[in-house]
């Protein structure tokens, strides 16, 4: 009997602990079903155009965009394209350099001020300025207002090559400026040297950042530096965290997407024999410089990166908070997952873009929470597309 007694007990606390565990079990919520996929579709918006090179949205809804050649358009909400009447006599294009980067003034609802980045030209002398201006109310007439806010920005005279340069704003208001190491191998390493820089101003002076690293050396030109050791950067890109991303294109391999820190290295140093420019070397050469920042992302073979942008809204889906990258060799979009640290965690090509549209320069948020890109394929075929998330 003892023996049965001891049983029957066992079997009911076997019992009971199955059915407190079913309770357990019962009691964990299913886990959340990932955020879809956005559906989206492609218009486009701006059509014969030749190398449009960026484009911003205003509050209200117009975009202003420029073409390297040189020229400002604008298209206005009613859907109608037109120029905008701007004095470009002094523009000096050759190459990869010309009229560039463009960024509105964070104020532009009151202040009608935005920005560009572009090469300029006075007889011989050649070099690449930052320019503000203010656009009137109808959107007919861009006006110089500091001409330049920056100047003094190198440039390569004889071929326009690696000319950077686009225009973001910081999360603390400073105006960020990407510029190229102009294919010269001591430029990039160089403190002295506004070439192959992130450089960070104040938008209304041209002056260096207050908090700049450098603020009190004695060289003005290394006051205005951020950071350093950059290539080509042709992108920036401002996360809802306060980062800033720059993107840069690698020789024939390793374009990098970088986390932009302050008074940081990042390692490219083409200086070779005799002066040289020297290719070969790693974009991030930690042999070299082992403090050297490391690429948040390596492309590997060269893509081209060049503009990107933050998908920002609940209308984007399981991409909100992604990183979109414009391929220009490549032909394609980029879409980058990043951790809280800055580096990625996932990456994939947007197939609805692979090859569909030729190269693609720029990608920019819009006001409206659309995508906007431009193509970069020239002869006049090219155009401005609004991606728009439909659900």
């Known amino acids: 009997m003892r023996s049965i007694r001891r049983k029957m007990h066992t079997a009911l606390v076997s019992v009971a602990t199955i059915g407190m565990l079913a309770g357990v079990i019962q009691a964990v919520p ?6 879809p996929r956005p559906t989206f579709t492609i218009t486009e918006v701006a059509s014969g155009l030749n190398l449009p090179w960026d484009v911003a949205q205003t509050p209200d809804g117009t975009l202003i965009f420029d073409e390297r050649f040189g020229g400002l358009s604008v298209r206005r909400t009613n859907g109608t394209v037109a120029a905008l009447s701007a004095d470009f006599s002094d523009l000096f294009v050759l190459g990869e350099t010309g009229l560039m980067g463009l960024v509105l003034d964070p104020g532009f609802a009151s202040s009608r001020r ?4 572009q090469g300029h030209q006075a007889g011989a002398d050649k070099e690449i300025q930052v320019i503000a201006w203010t656009v009137d ?14 100047g003094d920005i190198p440039v390569n005279a004889s071929t326009g090559r690696h000319g950077g340069c686009r225009l973001r704003f910081d999360s603390t208001g400073s105006l960020m ?11 990039p390493q160089a403190l002295t040297s506004l070439a192959g820089k992130i450089l960070r101003i104040n938008p209304i002076t041209g002056a260096p950042a207050a908090d700049n690293p450098r603020i009190n050396s004695s060289n003005p030109n290394t006051r205005l530096l951020w950071n350093y050791g950059h290539r080509n950067p042709q992108g920036l890109a401002l996360r809802s965290n306060g980062q800033m991303f720059n993107v840069e294109h690698g020789p024939s391999i390793e374009d990098e997407v ?16 005799g002066g040289s420019y020297d290719e070969s070397v790693p974009m991030t050469d930690l042999q070299q410089f082992p403090n050297a920042k490391p690429a948040s992302y390596s492309s590997g073979p060269t893509d081209a990166t060049c503009g990107a942008t933050f998908l920002d809204g609940p209308q984007w889906k399981a991409w909100n908070g992604s990183m979109v990258v414009a ?18 965690t996932s990456h994939e090509l947007i197939p609805e873009f692979s090859g569909t549209y030729g190269r693609l320069r720029t990608a920019q948020l819009g006001t409206d929470g659309s995508l906007y890109l431009t193509t970069s394929n020239g002869g006049g075929a090219d155009v401005i597309l609004r991606v728009t998330p439909t659900g």
């Open 177 to 187: 400026v990407s510029t190229g190491d102009n294919a010269v191998g001591r430029f």
């Open 258 to 273: 970088n986390l932009v820190l302050r008074n940081r290295n990042y390692g490219w140093d083409p200086n070779g024999a």
């Open 327 to 344: 391929h220009l060799q490549g032909e394609s979009l980029l879409r980058l997952t990043f951790g809280r640290g800055g580096r990625v």
């Open 30 to 35: 299913a886990a959340a079903a990932p955020a």
């Open 114 to 117: 935005f920005y560009t980045c």
């Open 137 to 150: 109310a109808g959107y007919t007439a861009a006006t110089r207002v500091a001409d330049p806010l920056l």
